[in-house]
């Protein structure tokens, strides 16, 4: 199978136009890893073409983030997705997805973007959202996959297909993790030896909290900030227990799924990783 390379709008509307069927779209800032790769082979499974778009949305990355040095690794992303059996890959410039520069409108992330990572990145999902709704209008999929390690944007994202009408379905991926469970990220490649090692207090953390699920949130997040704790190079900006809705910390007297999420920096890189949890005793069999 050929994968077919655009980078310009008039390229992705003809191409876009000759994929038959069901279209699917993973969306991408390059630097694919196997997360990736296993969001591309869950959409060609489930719809008749496969679209990859890759860019490196500038409207999402605060002064002082890792923009300018974020992997760029077109020709390796490429070959991932013929491996993958991708049908088209649009890759634009910042110039053709803002031909006016800084978009004057955006979509805004309301409350449910102004906690947890919209908190410490203000701004931040706003980015997110209105390049999202950008390429759902010039793609035009109608099945969307995002990895459920980003849970805060899966959920952001959903909302938005919801409440402005868009008539597409938003699937969720489960994680995708490394042998050694450290959750994958294109992030990844920052990481020094120390820091990888420290790293791995993240997925620990989360899942010594998982084990105590059945005795409730205050044992969940107590064994989960022991771990935290011993590992003095992660320097966590926030372990929380939380609604998977409201994205709101959950009381103690919780039954049902939540949310374990964490975010620390280790050496010089930003991580994120999270679990869905069933909190308290759960039904027999």
């Not at 719809?47 to 605060?62: E, G, K, R, W």
């Not at 390049?131 to 990895?147: E, I, N, Q, T």
Request: aromatic fraction near 4%.
């Amino acid at each position: 199978m050929t994968t077919q390379l655009v980078h310009t709008r008039e390229e992705l509307r003809d191409a876009r136009a000759a994929l038959p069927g069901r279209v699917a779209v993973v969306m991408t800032m390059g630097a694919l890893h196997p997360g990736h790769a296993q969001l591309i082979a869950q959409a060609r499974q489930e719809a008749d073409s496969v679209v990859v778009t890759i860019f490196l949305n500038p409207l999402q990355f605060a002064a002082g983030e890792d923009l300018s040095r974020y992997p760029r690794t077109l020709n390796a992303d490429l070959e991932i997705c013929r491996e993958q059996g991708v049908d088209l890959v649009f890759a634009p410039t910042p110039d053709v997805m803002y031909p006016d520069g800084e978009p004057g409108i955006r979509v805004s992330a309301g409350t449910l973007g102004s906690v947890l990572e919209g908190a410490l990145r203000p701004g931040h999902f706003d980015g997110v959202l209105t390049v999202v709704a950008k390429l759902f209008h010039l793609v035009r999929p109608d099945l969307a996959y995002f990895g459920q390690k980003d849970a805060q944007q899966l959920l952001l994202i959903r909302r938005m297909a919801t409440d402005l009408d868009f008539p597409i379905e938003v699937i969720a991926v489960p994680t995708v993790r490394e042998a050694d469970d450290l959750a994958m990220s294109s992030r990844n490649v920052y990481l020094t030896l120390t820091d990888r090692e420290a790293a791995l207090s993240l997925s620990q953390a989360l899942r010594a909290g998982e084990a105590q699920a059945v005795r409730g949130p205050a044992a969940i997040r107590r064994a989960a900030r022991d771990v935290l704790v011993r590992e003095p190079l992660a320097q966590v900006d926030y372990l929380v227990l939380v609604d998977p809705v409201r994205l709101e910390e959950v009381p103690e007297w919780y039954h049902g799924t939540a949310i374990l999420a964490v975010a620390a920096k280790v050496g010089t890189t930003r991580l994120i990783d999270n679990l869905p949890i069933t909190v308290g005793p759960t039904a027999p069999a």
